[in-house]
Structure formats: C-alpha cells, structure tokens
C-alpha cells in the first residue's frame, strides 16, 4: 500500500484526467454522453475535454483544482473528482460546466444537443449547495481490491472537512448500472436517497442507463 | 440594436429554451428562479442567445454572468462592438 503516493492533480496529469472522465462517464457501457448528446467522435471528445481542464475553471467537475490523483511507480493510477458545490461563491457547477461545453464544443454540437436534450432531462439531477459532490471516481483495474477506494475516499472528504469543517454530507450521482461503484459507496455509508428515471427508451442510445440514483453520506 | 430590443428578442429565447411562456426578464433574474434553468437548458440558451445576435461569448465572459442584467450588459457590449 505504501508505494502509492496520493496528491493533488497538476496540469501534467490533465491527458490522464481525460481518460478518467471518459471511463466514468461511460459507466459499464460503451455510451458517452459527451459523443452521443454532442454529436463527436470519441478521439474529439478527449481533446476537448483537456481543452475544458486546460481553462482551469474552478468549482466543478471538469476542474483542475477538484482532483486527486494517485501514483504507482512514477504513473498515474487513479483520478477522483470532488467539490464543494457553490463554495466560495462559485456559481453552480451545472452552470460552470455548461458554460465549459458551450466554449469548448462549439455551435454544431451545441445544436445537435437541443435536439436530443428532452430525452436526458428526467435523470439530470440538481446539485445542492454548500455539499461536498463526488464525481468520477476512476481506478485503473490492475489496482481495483487493494484498499486504494477506502485511502482515496477519506482523502477526499479530509480534504473537503479541512477546507470547509461545517461540510454536512457528500453526494454522489450514479447510474444504476454502475453495480461495483455503488457497491462501493455502500461499503464507505452512503446510502440511496433518490432515484431518478427516464421512460424513453431512445435514452440507452444516449446515456450509460435509463435510472441514475442520488446517493449521500452525512458526516 | 437598443437594449430594449435585446431585452425583447432574450425574452423570447427564455420562453422557448425554459418552455415558459410566462418568463418576464428583469435585471436580477437568475437560474435560482427558473424551473427550468439547468445546465442543459443553460448551454441551449447560451447557443441561441449567440445564434440570435450572432456573437461569440469569451469563456471568460460566461463565468461572470451572474444575472441577466449581466447577460444583457455583455449583449449590448458585444452588439456595439461588432
């Protein structure tokens, strides 16, 4: 366990962070929203995901600043994102991430997105203010059963508590699809406090599953 | 184009991006207080708003939008700069 070093992400690890973002989203499945919603193959997807790091907005899921990374003899093994939702003023990171999309991809996609954007709606799920939000929780699977999800989560929320000790809870938006994740936020206390459904069946040509669930642990 | 025509050409971009027909824009109007002013609808508004007054938003420019007072300010500004 010791020859893993968990540290903050810095720019060098932005092409890794990409491939984090992009495992994640597609969650157990071969759909990633940012190529089926935005019309782009999945090579244009990458780039432009490190174009979105690269702007180094803070404040939510595609920012630097809201990662750690581990490393494995030299290497990056993991990425995991969390952030304080509205903290310090930050708008919503809904917002700040639309705001990203919008710049980065582009007019064409921004329109082939309004004519898909009523299938996605019923599991889009709003954030609260002033909790600490997990997203993305990548590890690589040669690493996966060593104990690293238990180092990485209370990193994670030491991190959040030092920065904000009034932190109530931490939330996580999952699909439902996602069986060892959850497994896994089960294990660290979390606990399902929502589900949210989409009975359009067109949605599994889009998103990784037709149920995401809200998951919450209270400190 | 005078802020009175933006503010009227916004409003009909808001009644159809936040499928509310009874939107009525006032400076301190924000997300908080559209139901449906999320982060898909935010992008879809961004696009129309560029489309309809064919500018560009700096990301820079995005990230200060605290408002649609602020919103409109960067539309005029960018109108007359054209």
């Not at chain 1, 499945?29 to 702007?55: A, G, Y």
Request: contains cysteine; aromatic residues 10%; negative net charge.
């Amino acid at each position: 366990m010791s020859e893993y070093l968990i540290r903050k992400a810095k720019p060098s690890d932005i092409p890794f962070l990409a491939d984090v973002v992009i495992a994640s989203e597609k969650a157990m499945s071969d759909r990633l929203s940012f190529t089926t919603l935005f019309n782009k193959p999945e090579e244009e997807v990458k780039q432009l995901i490190i174009q979105m790091f690269e702007e180094e907005v803070d404040g939510c899921e595609l920012s630097l600043s809201s990662f750690i990374v581990t490393e494995f003899e030299g290497q990056p093994i993991s990425g995991s994102g969390a952030w304080i939702e509205g903290f310090n003023g930050n708008m919503p990171s809904g917002i700040l991430k639309s705001n990203l999309i919008s710049y980065t991809f582009g007019k064409e996609s921004i329109e082939y997105l309004k004519t898909k954007s009523h299938i996605v709606k019923d599991v889009m799920i709003d954030r609260e203010p002033m909790t600490l939000q997990l997203e993305y929780f990548h590890i690589k699977n040669e690493h996966l059963g060593k104990g690293l999800d238990d180092l990485l989560m209370k990193r994670i929320e030491e991190n959040a508590l030092a920065e904000y000790p009034e932190l109530k809870k931490v939330q996580c938006q999952i699909f439902k699809n996602s069986v060892f994740s959850i497994k896994i936020l089960l294990r660290h206390g979390f606990r399902i406090v929502g589900s949210y459904k989409s009975d359009n069946d067109d949605i599994f040509d889009y998103l990784p599953f037709n149920v995401k669930l809200l998951m919450e642990k209270e400190f | 184009m005078d802020r009175a025509l933006i503010t009227e050409k916004l409003t009909t971009i808001f009644r159809s991006v936040f499928n509310d027909q009874a939107i009525v824009l006032r400076d301190d109007l924000t997300a908080n207080d559209v139901a449906n002013w999320d982060s898909l609808s935010h992008m879809l508004m961004i696009g129309e708003a560029e489309k309809e007054f064919s500018v560009k938003f700096k990301l820079k420019e995005l990230g200060k939008l605290e408002d649609v007072k602020s919103l409109i300010d960067l539309l005029e500004q960018k109108i007359q700069s054209k």
